[in-house]
């Protein structure tokens, strides 16, 4: 099956990474209010977490193995330039422990037991809240730009084959993920950056197995 059929110096690369951007805030907000309401531990609230710790990990291991290095060639001798990837690193490294803690709070951390539902979990998630709002914004306004403005055609190819083991598993989910409760004029945007087979999935099996889940609901 043909995944996520990047082409040269188009907008599809970036349509797909800043539509995970947005499911990042959004999650993230859902849990802020399943927390703040008192059913930050229920089923479908922990379901919903485990999902977006997934989503962030793969998308952190694309660019922390495949899309960065790939950059950190292209500037090579550019000090300045190498520095906003080891920035991006060093953040990814951060937000671990943020995690955790979330984790910890919701009672899903190995070897702990229920705790800390409501205040302690709003403060854990708040944290992870904005040290991923501060991430992201640097990476769209440094990072990605960098990266559109010295890979070349052929390099982004290349970046879109080997990333297409990973994503063929993980596409099921990810599709109806990011649609999950965008408005229409971002959901057209971001399916239409997919091929056509895609789609015809994505409406006829992905998304009524993703709403089946119910993600986040409490």
């Known amino acids: ?25 959004r999650d993230l907000d859902r849990l802020a209010a399943a927390a703040a ?3 930050g531990r229920a089923s479908h609230v922990r ?3 485990e999902n977006l ?3 962030l990990r793969l998308h952190q291991e694309l ?17 300045a330039e190498r520095a906003v990837l080891e920035e991006m690193r060093a953040e990814h490294v951060r937000l671990t422990p943020l995690i955790a803690r979330v984790d910890a709070a919701m009672g899903t951390a190995p070897g702990r037991g229920a705790a800390g539902e409501g205040g302690e979990l709003s403060a854990a998630v708040r944290e992870l809240r904005e040290a991923l709002e501060r991430h992201l914004l640097h990476e769209e306004m ?9 890979l070349a055609g052929a390099q982004w190819r290349e970046l879109a084959a080997e990333a297409r ?9 990810f599709v109806p993920w990011v649609v999950d409760g965008i408005g229409p004029v971002e959901r057209s945007r971001f399916l239409t950056s997919l091929p056509k087979p895609l ?3 994505n409406r006829v099996m992905w998304e009524p197995r993703y709403r089946k889940r119910r993600l986040w609901s409490v």
């Open 63 to 79: 660019e922390d193995g495949w899309l960065w290095p790939r950059v950190e060639r292209a500037v090579a001798g550019r000090r």
């Open 165 to 173: 083991g990973r994503c063929e598993e993980g596409t099921p989910l």
């Open 53 to 55: 710790k997934e989503q």
């Open 1 to 25: 099956m043909e995944t996520f059929a990047v082409q040269p110096r188009d907008t599809t690369c970036r349509t797909l990474l800043y539509a995970a951007h947005h499911a990042f805030r």
């Open 47 to 49: 379901a919903g977490w």
């Open 199 to 201: 789609r015809e999935l």
């Open 37 to 39: 309401a008192g059913k």
């Open 142 to 150: 440094s990072a990605l730009p960098l990266a559109e403005s010295v």
